[in-house]
């Protein structure tokens, strides 16, 4: 997986949103405990600096020394490059001990998992019974609707052949992902939850955006570009239609939050 962002990192770092407030403050309110968090797939730590707000001590994993680099310095959270398939010694000497883990956070990346072994590794590190687990996507930005109509198009019939398989699990909003743990106290159900992220953006930080996908780098490498003079071209008129050179730019979230419970 993290091959497929390595060449494209510091567009990922520009390109992405931040997530919202109100998606961390309801993660925060469901964990009993906040000292410390597990974000794993950090990439440049966009959900990584958020949860630092709110948590004594964050862990941020990422297979990508690249995307590290990117990734915001923050007082309390210390980053670390681990190999694609860490072993449990390796789980305990980089994150800790068993139930030693308040919140184990997924954003944008568990699609990508080999998620029978992911979830031994959390459930072993997760305090019990109320370790928190909390994983999350966003799907496609929404602009309006003549940019949404060239984007359609775009993102179905251009860059769809380029897309992994797992793909599919964020275009079906984490609704079919295999998610084995209890709702959480207040929820009568594990998720999805609906947040949304608002983001002002102009078309050159929409196309940084479209260029950090990893269907991109895959069709680039493949000698195909896929912004192409006349896609550019649609989209910038598009764009301009009204007037404005910024818009707010609204990706839709699906959260799904579980606690680890007794595993005996």
């Given at each position: 997986?993290?091959?497929?962002?390595?060449?494209?990192?510091?567009?990922?770092?520009?390109?992405?949103?931040?997530?919202?407030?109100?998606?961390f403050n309801f993660i925060a309110s469901k964990t009993p405990c906040h000292d410390l968090v597990w974000d794993v797939g950090t990439g440049s730590g966009q959900a990584a600096k958020s949860?630092?707000?709110?948590?004594?001590?964050?862990?941020?994993?990422?297979?990508?020394?690249?995307q590290l680099e990117f990734a915001a310095k923050v007082p309390n959270v210390r980053y670390i490059c681990t190999s694609p398939k860490m072993s449990m010694s390796e789980i305990e000497t980089k994150i800790g001990a068993e139930s030693s883990v308040d919140l184990v956070t997924i954003a944008q990346a568990m699609h990508w998992f080999d998620l029978p072994t992911f979830y031994q590794q959390a459930k072993w590190l997760l305090k019990k019974p109320n370790g928190i687990i909390a994983a999350w996507c966003y799907t496609v930005p929404e602009v309006n609707i003549s940019v949404d109509a060239i984007f359609e198009k775009f993102y179905t019939v251009d860059v769809g052949p380029y897309w992994e398989s797992p793909r599919k699990l964020v275009d079906e909003k984490y609704q079919t992902i295999d998610f084995p743990f209890e709702a959480v106290d207040g929820c009568d159900h594990n998720g999805p939850f609906d947040f949304k992220i608002e983001k002002v953006m102009d078309l050159d930080s929409y196309f940084t955006y479209l260029k950090s996908w990893s269907a991109y780098q895959t069709a680039k490498e493949k000698g195909v570009e896929l912004l192409t003079h006349d896609v550019v071209e649609k989209f910038t008129s598009a764009w301009n239609e009204d007037g404005k050179s910024q818009k707010i730019v609204t990706y839709p979230i699906y959260l799904r939050i579980g606690k680890v419970g007794n595993l005996y």
């Open positions: 997986m993290a091959k497929l962002f390595i060449k494209q990192a510091q567009q990922y770092s520009k390109g992405r949103p931040s997530y919202p407030e109100e998606l949860l630092a707000k709110l948590y004594k001590n964050v862990i941020a994993t990422d297979t990508s020394p690249k």
